[in-house]
């Protein structure tokens, strides 16, 4: 008797599961990697709003001055951000997407948690 496996489509994880899977050590810290990858993924949608309320795309600099942090706090939140994407220098091109996916839903803070990541991201 032969047995087919049905495949079911794995649907695209969003941009915080990626980071969660990029973060991934221990398994008892779990809720910390869960932590740090909204920590990961928070400049991506700051940057998205940030150019929503600007009209041009900040840089580091012009990103602190914008939410009124310092520049350190600024370069702490896109280490994080690197952290989570290994591969990004910065949330840029993340930004970028996320912004053209949602547009004016970014007002919308949880946009960035059901957003899929982009298909460069997923894992294989």
């Known amino acids: ?9 794995r649907r695209p994880l969003p941009l ?5 899977l990029n973060l991934q050590g221990a398994k008892d810290q779990r809720l910390r990697n869960m932590k740090r ?6 400049p991506i949608w700051a940057l998205a709003y940030a ?6 795309w900040p840089n580091q600099a ?3 001055e914008f939410w009124k942090i310092s520049e350190r706090q600024a370069q702490r ?8 994407f290994p591969t ?3 949330p840029e091109k993340l930004a970028k ?3 053209a996916e949602v547009g004016q839903r970014i007002e919308d803070r949880s946009t960035i948690l059901s957003e899929p990541a982009p298909a460069d991201l997923q894992p294989a």
């Open 77 to 84: 939140e896109w280490a994080s951000f690197r952290q989570g």
């Open 16 to 20: 915080t599961g990626i980071a969660f």
């Open 37 to 42: 990858a909204s920590d990961a993924v928070e």
């Open 51 to 56: 150019f929503h309320k600007l009209g041009y």
């Open 1 to 9: 008797m032969v047995r087919y496996a049905l495949r079911v489509p």
């Open 88 to 90: 990004e220098d910065t």
């Open 97 to 99: 997407l996320l912004y």
């Open 62 to 64: 012009q990103y602190a």
